[in-house]
């Protein structure tokens, strides 16, 4: 067929006025036909098979085919050209759809390049992903142990705060009347200070000396004594001091209040807690007068205390104690064979310990609680002593050498 057969649906082409044509000699045919049925039965058979007979052979020129069966033809070949192009237009449809379909190999391997790129940007992505999460991980687990310590810190301070208060209340409630007392103790033991004095004359063997002794009497005191040499002044040392005990500047896990009697007197109350070799704790309450002395030999603190003492023990269990202490401070220049030494100050602590508050009670608790004594308050009192001596030197070189 000639390319003008496949005009545009536009303006009706040849196909279709070939095809209407044809409907038209179809419509008069059969009119004919149904005035004369079977001749024209017939005769359409006769002229079917000879048209069929005929068809292989080229007619002649001077033959001529029917019109309907010119038209029957050129149908024919519309039909299959119709359908040869719906084959085609599903073919493309096929190939536009396909993976890769109508593209060349620069255009697919810039296809490839770019999904390996996105692939592993989405591999980065999930590392980094994970990365978060274990970073999430640690995080909330810091927090946890943050909510821990917080917890603990406040607990403590609950801890700190109720000590504070219970030592506020130990003052409250033993009036001025026990510190009275406890003054007029110190009062009467004013001529210990001439002793002290009278054997720091003798010469030393060492820079510092400590020396435990217990008393062969009833009470079965324990006397603690220590003598040292300090490089600094007298009078520096003698005024640190005494402003540490007015600020109540104690090792640290003391809970202290302070209150000024006189000019050279001071009532201090203490909390502190000491851990035993047995893994037990003790906490003591203490009661305390301090006060100072100027004499012509050198300078003096004196002081009278009480404590209470609460014992958790695991090999002697839940127990309590009271003890009496008496303790005496003393320091003067330094002298040797050759005379005074500038800047050198020897100094001499001494603290006696009581059982009890009186001799019945500390008969009392010295034989039923002889071994407990020996056990816990002995070296419990004698660490705590320790513990203060080491602090008061190290804020003695700190605050003088600054």
């Not at 026990?178 to 054997?199: P, Q, S």
């Not at 807690?273 to 003096?300: L, N």
């Not at 009278?304 to 269990?317: F, I, L, T």
């Not at 010295?366 to 660490?383: N, T």
Request: proline share 4%; net charge neutral.
């Amino acid at each position: 067929m000639p390319s003008s057969s496949l005009a545009s649906p536009a303006s009706p082409g040849p196909s279709e006025r070939l095809l209407e044509s044809f409907l038209h000699d179809m419509d008069a045919l059969d009119r004919q036909q149904s005035n004369h049925p079977e001749n024209a039965r017939e005769k359409r058979k006769l002229d079917v098979s000879k048209a069929f007979s005929t068809a292989p052979r080229s007619p002649s020129p001077k033959q001529k085919l029917p019109s309907w069966l010119k038209r029957k033809q050129e149908l024919e070949t519309l039909r299959q050209q119709t359908q040869a192009m719906e084959t085609r237009v599903v073919y493309l449809e096929m190939k536009q759809s396909s993976p890769g379909g109508g593209l060349n190999a620069f255009e697919l391997h810039k296809l490839k390049s770019s999904a390996l790129v996105e692939k592993q940007k989405c591999q980065e992505a999930q590392n980094e992903n994970e990365r978060l999460r274990a970073k999430l991980r640690l995080l909330a687990g810091q927090y946890e142990a943050f909510q821990v310590a917080v917890a603990a810190a406040a607990a403590f301070q609950q801890k700190e705060l109720r000590g504070a208060l219970r030592v506020e209340r130990q003052v409250q409630g033993c009036g001025a009347q026990e510190f009275d007392m406890m003054e007029r103790r110190v009062d009467a033991r004013f001529h210990e200070l001439d002793h002290a004095f009278t054997i720091m004359q003798q010469p030393m063997t060492s820079m510092d000396t400590d020396m435990i002794q217990t008393r062969n009497d009833d009470i079965g005191a324990v006397e603690f004594t220590r003598l040292e040499l300090l490089p600094f002044a007298r009078k520096a040392i003698s005024a640190t001091i005494w402003s540490f005990a007015e600020a109540g500047k104690f090792p640290d896990g003391e809970n202290t209040i302070v209150s000024r009697r006189s000019e050279d007197s001071l009532a201090v109350s203490t909390r502190v807690t000491v851990q035993i070799e047995c893994g037990g704790m003790v906490s003591i309450d203490t009661r305390t007068v301090m006060k100072r002395f100027v004499t012509p030999q050198g300078y003096a603190v004196m002081t009278e205390s009480c404590s209470d003492w609460h014992v958790e023990s695991p090999a002697s269990g839940v127990w309590s104690h009271m003890t009496r202490e008496g303790g005496c401070f003393v320091m003067r220049d330094y002298a040797d064979d050759g005379g005074a030494s500038p800047g050198i100050c020897q100094t001499r602590s001494f603290l006696c310990l009581y059982p009890g508050e009186n001799t019945e009670n500390a008969q009392r608790h010295s034989r039923a609680e002889s071994s407990s004594i020996r056990k816990v308050v002995v070296p419990s009192f004698r660490q705590l002593t320790i513990a203060r001596h080491q602090f008061a030197e190290n804020a003695l070189f700190d605050t003088i050498r600054s």
